[in-house]
């Protein structure tokens, strides 16, 4: 039988992430804006082969303010996942960014900056998991992750 990997998908209008939580090894993150669609697509089809995975996909849409380009270019982004999770036969659950923030009991404030706000999410990430590499591009990816692992035990 496989080893478990638990996935988390930030898709991020502009600095969306992969992450996966395993058993026995270290997370893993993937940045969509360091590396090409076919790159990141390859690193998942070799975590899907080696793993049984589940993944949970943050549910996302556009956003009052954002360009028409900006949500075009994000949603291709969404589709390109979706795609990939098909084609690799991954399991995935859309969630919304309400549902996994509320499983940590976290809620941004309407007068928090976006700034802030990372802030809080990483540094709830680094007391849940010190010995983890985070940053605010990789935090929310990490966190669905854990979110993913923690409903599916």
Request: charged residues 25%; contains cysteine.
């Amino acid at each position: 039988m496989k080893e478990l990997a638990f996935g988390g998908i930030d898709p991020g209008s502009q600095s969306g992430a992969i992450a996966f939580l395993f058993e026995k090894e270290s997370p893993i993150t993937i940045q969509f804006s360091k590396i090409t669609t076919k790159e990141w697509f390859e690193i998942l089809s070799t975590i899907a082969h080696k793993y049984e995975c589940e993944v949970v996909l943050e549910k996302v849409h556009g956003m009052p303010g954002m360009s028409v380009v900006a949500i075009s270019s994000f949603m291709k982004n969404v589709g390109h996942i979706e795609m990939a999770l098909l084609a690799l036969n991954i399991p995935f659950k859309e969630v919304t960014p309400q549902t996994w923030m509320k499983y940590y009991g976290m809620k941004k404030e309407k007068t928090e900056s976006k700034t802030e706000w990372k802030r809080r999410l990483r540094e709830l990430l680094q007391r849940l998991m010190p010995d983890v590499k985070v940053t605010n591009d990789t935090a929310d990816a990490i966190l669905i992750a854990n979110y993913c692992k923690q409903i599916n035990k």
